[in-house]
């Protein structure tokens, strides 16, 4: 099982809509660099849900790849914002992943207490200007982050 951290700000789309809804496409991707993270993930990773451009930012809840290598339907979808009029059903450039809530941590740990906790080497989210959406979070990582934040509630 490899661990991922995957943002959203919450205004899109937050952690408590994935818990109503239960599972969630991760869809919307147009970062190839955070596509490819996406295309070696295997049913049964976690990902960290990380709230971005939130104030405080940061990691509020646990999820579960389902499924992967879904079609992004957005990309074909002209009233969406994601639409990519150089994508076409016979060859597709952006794909999604269906994600399942597993739940909230107790309390969020901030983007600053990443910060204080983890260097750039150990944890990609707290370099600056790191903007990718989805990112690799080594075992040792995924270990210090779950022991830190505690159980999910």
Known sequence: MAYWLMKSEPEAYSIDDLKREGTTLWDGIR?????NF???????DRAFFYHSNAAPPGIVGL??????????PSQFDPESHYFDPA???????WDCARLRYLGHFAALLSLDALRQQFSEDELAVVRRGNR????????ASAARLLELLGPLV
Request: some cysteine; charged content about 25%.
């Open 63 to 72: 999820m579960e790849v389902c499924e992967i290598k879904l079609v992004d």
């Open 31 to 35: 970062n190839y660099q955070a596509r």
């Open 38 to 44: 996406m295309r070696t993930m295997a049913a049964g």
């Open 87 to 93: 994508s076409s059903t016979e060859k597709p450039r």
């Open 132 to 139: 990718l959406s989805i990112l690799p979070v080594s075992d």
